[in-house]
Nanobody
Framework: QVQLVESGGGSVQPGGSLRLSCAAS????????MGWFRQGPGKQRELVAA???????NYADSVKGRFTISSDNAKNTAYLQMNSLKPEDTAIYYC??????????????WGQGTQVTVSS
């Protein structure tokens, strides 16, 4: 019912910046939270950042002070501003949305994933 399209990945040198976007679309739904997980090669999946419909945020300790998550409720879109990127940030980033409708409760949809590569 809810589809996510994410964009903004790419290759950057250490210390560089990228901004990821995640846009949700569908009919008659409301979003409770959006965010990103990431998974690097040979690493476990980890939650990077999340934001609720009320604007509350949380971040992985490894990205605090460098990444900022925000949202535009009118556009059902979340953004992840990534600054001071490090090689260990290299991963595929998957956005998600927790949403509900009249007939479907507590659902999660996933974006297709976008590659972020940080190297010199």
């Amino acid at each position: 019912q809810v589809q996510l399209v994410e964009s903004g990945g790419g290759s950057v040198q250490p210390g560089g910046s990228l901004r990821l976007s995640c846009a949700a679309s569908g009919n008659s739904f409301s979003i409770g939270a959006m965010g990103w997980f990431r998974q690097g090669p040979g690493k476990q999946r980890e939650l990077v950042a999340a934001i609720t419909d009320a604007g509350n945020t949380n971040y992985a300790d490894s990205v605090k002070g460098r990444f900022t998550i925000s949202s535009d409720n009118a556009k059902n879109t979340a953004y992840l501003q990534m600054n001071s990127l490090k090689p260990e940030d290299t991963a595929i980033y998957y956005c998600y949305a927790d949403w509900k409708s009249i007939t479907n409760y507590r659902n999660r949809s996933w974006g297709q994933g976008t590659q972020v590569t940080v190297s010199s």
